[in-house]
């Protein structure tokens, strides 16, 4: 299992007003705009510097101050439970394209632990 990128998670009322500064100021692009969530990216950077402003953690959960994007998170999950961190939200598949679970890390913050799925996917039962 690996770690594919890290991105802060900010709490904000109004998410997409964000795009003054991050755009308009620092020069960054949004690659995801949901509505609850924009994303903002450095653009043209591989690997590009990234930070979300959430109006919440998506499906009415509280915003996660960080997300940690993995290539296997059904090991991550099953590390997590095995090495006793404190499960705040189930392994799931969620309607926005990824399968996450929330995290209490070791300095008590929640993590979103994700990985990005396939239109097409099915988890083998």
Same mark, same amino acid.
């Given at each position: 299992?690996?770690?594919? @990128?890290?991105? /802060?998670?900010?709490? $904000?009322? =109004?998410?997409?007003? &964000? ?7 620092? +020069?960054?692009?949004?690659? !995801? ?7 903002? *990216?450095?653009? +043209? ?8 402003? !959430?109006? #919440? &953690? +998506? ?9 940690? #994007?993995? =290539?296997?998170?059904? $090991? *991550? ?15 799931? =598949? #969620? ?8 995290? @209490?890390?070791? /300095? ?9 799925? =396939? ?7």
């Amino acid at each position: 299992m690996s770690v594919l @990128r890290v991105v /802060a998670n900010l709490p $904000a009322a =109004d998410p997409a007003a &964000g795009r003054a500064f991050y755009c308009g100021v620092l +020069g960054m692009e949004a690659p !995801m705009d949901m509505g609850w969530i924009v994303t903002f *990216a450095a653009p +043209g950077v591989e690997q590009a510097p990234q930070l979300s402003l !959430m109006s #919440e &953690g +998506g499906g009415g959960a509280p915003v996660p101050p960080l997300s940690v #994007e993995v =290539d296997d998170v059904d $090991a *991550a999950y099953e590390r997590a439970v095995a090495a006793g961190f404190e499960i705040t939200r189930a392994l799931a =598949d #969620e309607p926005w394209g990824v399968r996450r679970f929330f995290v @209490r890390g070791p /300095a008590g913050e929640i993590v979103n632990v994700l990985a990005h799925i =396939d239109a097409g996917f099915s988890r083998p039962e």
